[in-house]
C-alpha cells in the first residue's frame, strides 16, 4: 500500500487498535494516523459539531452560490487550523499559502469554532489584493450564473465598468467593502445613472439635515469650487475653502479642540456631496467616484439633490414648520407623536391634527427648533 498517513476526525480514535491488528494480520506497513477535531459552530449557545445534513455552510455550493471565492476559504480554513498561520500571514503578505507549512500539532484539540464574520473579513483582504480585471472577471462568471441583473450591468460597458471597480484598487490602503461576489451590485449600482435615478427614496443626511443648509452647501459647490480638471490635493483643498465659508472647520481636530466655535468639521461638509452623488455615506474615495462619473453627472445628481425630498429625523417636541398657514395664522407646529402617523399640536391655537406619516412629510418643510436630547 502506499498510503503512508491517515487524517480523519477524532471520533475514529477508539478504532485505531483493530484498524492496526488488521494490517499487522495482512502483513502491511500500518501509516501514521493523525486524528483531528472536527469543526464546531455554535447553536442556541452550545456547541455542536458543524453538520453536513444541517448547515449549510458545510457544502462547498454554499460558498458558489454566496460569491466568496476559494483563495478567501483556503485562508479563513488555515486561519483555524494552525494557530500560527495568522501571525505568518502578517509577516508575509505577498506570499502564496503554499509556501506555509501546515503543522498537525499546532491545531485545536477542542475543534475550532466556524466564524463567518471572519471568513467575510478575510475575504475583503483576499479581495482587496485582486486587480480590477480580477474583479470584473470573477464578479461575471459569478453573476452569469446566480445574477443576470449584474451581468447585464457589468457587460454593458466593460471600460466603465473596470474603472468602478478599479477605484481605491492597487493602493496602500484599498478599498474593503466587498466580501463576495453578490455584493459588488449594491457596491456598485449607484454608479450608473438609470439605477441612481430610478431611486425615488429620499436622501437619508447626516449630521447636517436642515434643507435650507444643505442647499446652501450644495449651490456654492457646484458655483464656485467643483471644477472636473482639478488634482486630488487642489480638490480636497477647495473642499475645506467650502467648510470654512459655511461656518465649518477645516479640519476636524480643529473643530475638536474648540467646537462651539463651529458649525461642525470638513467631514460633515463632503458627507453632504458624497450623499448627493451616491444616496450613502460611506463609500469609497469621492475624489475617485467623481472622475469616473465625469463631469456632466456630478452636475446632474448634485442639482437633483436640491430637488428631491431630504429625509429628515422628527422627534416628539420638534418644532415644524408646515407649507400652508393654520386658519390662526401660524404655520408652527409641535410634533406630539411619531410612527406610523404624526401627532401635530398648532402653535398658534393648540388645535391638534393627526396625519398618516407621508402626508405629514409632505406637508412639513422645515425644523424649526429640535427637543433637547
Same mark, same amino acid.
Given at each position: 500500500?502506499?498510503? +503512508?498517513?491517515?487524517?480523519?476526525?477524532?471520533?475514529?480514535?477508539?478504532?485505531?487498535?483493530?484498524?492496526?491488528?488488521?494490517? &499487522?494480520?495482512?502483513?502491511? %506497513?500500518?501509516?501514521?494516523?493523525?486524528?483531528?477535531?472536527?469543526?464546531?459552530? !455554535?447553536?442556541?449557545?452550545?456547541?455542536?459539531?458543524?453538520?453536513?445534513?444541517?448547515?449549510?455552510?458545510?457544502?462547498?455550493?454554499?460558498?458558489?452560490?454566496?460569491?466568496?471565492?476559494?483563495?478567501?476559504?483556503?485562508?479563513?480554513?488555515?486561519?483555524?487550523?494552525?494557530?500560527?498561520?495568522?501571525?505568518?500571514?502578517?509577516? +508575509?503578505?505577498?506570499?502564496?499559502?503554499?509556501?506555509?507549512?501546515?503543522?498537525? +500539532?499546532?491545531?485545536?484539540?477542542?475543534?475550532?469554532?466556524?466564524?463567518?464574520?471572519?471568513?467575510?473579513?478575510?475575504?475583503?483582504?483576499?479581495?482587496?489584493?485582486?486587480? *480590477?480585471?480580477?474583479?470584473?472577471?470573477?464578479?461575471?462568471?459569478?453573476?452569469?450564473?446566480?445574477?443576470?441583473?449584474?451581468?447585464?450591468?457589468?457587460?454593458?460597458? !466593460? !471600460?466603465?465598468?473596470?474603472?468602478?471597480?478599479?477605484?481605491?484598487?492597487? =493602493?496602500?490602503?484599498?478599498?474593503?467593502?466587498?466580501?463576495?461576489?453578490?455584493?459588488?451590485?449594491?457596491?456598485?449600482?449607484?454608479?450608473?445613472?438609470?439605477?441612481?435615478? *430610478?431611486?425615488? @427614496?429620499?436622501?437619508?443626511?447626516?449630521?447636517?439635515?436642515?434643507?435650507? !443648509?444643505?442647499?446652501?452647501?450644495?449651490?456654492?459647490?457646484? =458655483?464656485?469650487?467643483?471644477?472636473?480638471?482639478?488634482?486630488?490635493?487642489?480638490?480636497?483643498?477647495?473642499?475645506?475653502?467650502?467648510?470654512?465659508?459655511?461656518?465649518?472647520?477645516?479640519?476636524?481636530?480643529?473643530? %475638536?479642540?474648540? /467646537? @462651539?466655535?463651529? #458649525?461642525?468639521?470638513?467631514?460633515?461638509?463632503?458627507?453632504?456631496?458624497?450623499? $448627493?452623488?451616491? *444616496?450613502?455615506?460611506?463609500?469609497?474615495?469621492?475624489?475617485?467616484?467623481? &472622475?469616473?462619473?465625469?463631469?456632466?453627472?456630478?452636475?446632474? #445628481?448634485?442639482?437633483? $439633490?436640491?430637488?428631491?425630498?431630504?429625509?429628515?429625523?422628527?422627534?416628539?417636541?420638534?418644532?415644524?414648520?408646515?407649507?400652508?398657514?393654520? /386658519?390662526?395664522?401660524?404655520?408652527?407646529?409641535?410634533?406630539?407623536?411619531?410612527?406610523?402617523?404624526?401627532?401635530?399640536?398648532?402653535?398658534?391655537?393648540?388645535?391638534?391634527?393627526?396625519?398618516?406619516?407621508?402626508?405629514?412629510?409632505?406637508?412639513?418643510?422645515?425644523?424649526?427648533? @429640535?427637543?433637547?436630547?
Amino acid at each position: 500500500m502506499g498510503t +503512508n498517513l491517515v487524517i480523519r476526525g477524532d471520533e475514529w480514535l477508539s478504532s485505531v487498535p483493530l484498524h492496526l491488528q488488521l494490517f &499487522q494480520a495482512l502483513e502491511f %506497513k500500518a501509516p501514521k494516523y493523525a486524528h483531528i477535531a472536527p469543526i464546531m459552530k !455554535e447553536d442556541n449557545g452550545a456547541k455542536r459539531k458543524l453538520s453536513k445534513r444541517k448547515d449549510p455552510e458545510a457544502a462547498v455550493s454554499y460558498y458558489a452560490e454566496q460569491g466568496i471565492p476559494a483563495d478567501a476559504v483556503d485562508e479563513y480554513l488555515l486561519n483555524i487550523a494552525n494557530s500560527n498561520f495568522e501571525q505568518w500571514r502578517r509577516q +508575509n503578505q505577498d506570499k502564496k499559502i503554499d509556501e506555509f507549512e501546515l503543522q498537525i +500539532n499546532k491545531m485545536s484539540v477542542s475543534g475550532a469554532l466556524f466564524d463567518m464574520v471572519k471568513l467575510l473579513d478575510i475575504s475583503k483582504r483576499v479581495i482587496s489584493k485582486y486587480t *480590477k480585471e480580477q474583479v470584473y472577471n470573477e464578479t461575471l462568471t459569478w453573476a452569469k450564473k446566480y445574477d443576470k441583473e449584474l451581468q447585464e450591468l457589468l457587460q454593458k460597458d !466593460e !471600460e466603465y465598468a473596470m474603472q468602478i471597480l478599479g477605484i481605491e484598487r492597487g =493602493n496602500v490602503k484599498p478599498r474593503r467593502d466587498i466580501a463576495k461576489w453578490s455584493d459588488v451590485k449594491e457596491n456598485i449600482i449607484y454608479m450608473y445613472d438609470n439605477e441612481f435615478f *430610478k431611486n425615488k @427614496e429620499p436622501y437619508e443626511f447626516q449630521k447636517i439635515n436642515q434643507k435650507d !443648509e444643505i442647499k446652501q452647501i450644495i449651490e456654492k459647490y457646484i =458655483n464656485k469650487y467643483y471644477n472636473s480638471e482639478d488634482s486630488k490635493e487642489i480638490w480636497f483643498n477647495k473642499i475645506k475653502d467650502l467648510a470654512e465659508e459655511c461656518g465649518y472647520a477645516r479640519e476636524v481636530k480643529e473643530y %475638536k479642540q474648540n /467646537p @462651539e466655535k463651529y #458649525k461642525g468639521h470638513i467631514g460633515d461638509v463632503s458627507t453632504v456631496i458624497r450623499i $448627493c452623488l451616491t *444616496k450613502r455615506a460611506n463609500t469609497p474615495d469621492m475624489y475617485e467616484i467623481m &472622475q469616473v462619473l465625469r463631469k456632466r453627472i456630478c452636475y446632474k #445628481k448634485i442639482r437633483i $439633490c436640491k430637488y428631491r425630498g431630504i429625509k429628515m429625523e422628527y422627534n416628539v417636541g420638534d418644532i415644524v414648520r408646515t407649507k400652508k398657514t393654520h /386658519p390662526c395664522g401660524s404655520k408652527l407646529w409641535e410634533i406630539m407623536r411619531v410612527g406610523v402617523d404624526f401627532k401635530l399640536k398648532c402653535k398658534g391655537c393648540g388645535h391638534i391634527i393627526i396625519l398618516e406619516r407621508p402626508k405629514a412629510l409632505k406637508i412639513i418643510t422645515k425644523k424649526i427648533e @429640535e427637543k433637547e436630547k
